[in-house]
């Protein structure tokens, strides 16, 4: 059984930054897809950023040149580095496993960002 754990969200003041952290526990291969996803309230959940392996990494458009997405494979731990944030990136943060056909999701993390 794979259970992931986010940790790192609260209230920042717009301008400001944070780091998302997702450590992965169970039976995790190597090879696999990391992400994170975000709902804002009243919306649907979106894609913010993925990493596969430790090297390719894709981020939305909403996010480019903000957030940074890395992983420790060591530690099956994903992070995703928010910066600059707006008022707009408010929601609740997901991370995602993806094994092959299989995906797991964390409980999320909350992220407030005040104007």
């Known amino acids: 059984q794979v259970q992931l754990v986010e940790s790192g969200g609260g209230l920042v003041q717009a301008g400001g930054s944070l780091r998302l952290s997702c450590t992965a526990s169970?039976?995790?291969?190597?090879?696999?897809?990391m992400g994170w996803y975000r709902q804002a309230p009243g919306k649907q959940r979106e894609w913010v950023a993925s990493?596969?392996?430790?090297?390719?990494?894709n981020y939305a458009d909403s996010v480019k040149g903000r957030f940074v997405i890395s992983r420790d494979n060591a530690k099956n731990t994903v992070y995703l580095q928010m910066n600059n944030l707006k008022a707009e990136d408010t929601a609740v943060y997901y991370c995602?496993?993806?094994?092959?056909?299989?995906?797991?999701w964390g409980q999320g993390t909350l992220v407030t960002v005040s104007s």
């Open positions: 990493i596969i392996m430790s090297s390719t990494t």
């Open positions: 169970g039976s995790i291969f190597s090879i696999n897809i």
């Open positions: 995602k496993l993806t094994l092959g056909r299989l995906e797991y």
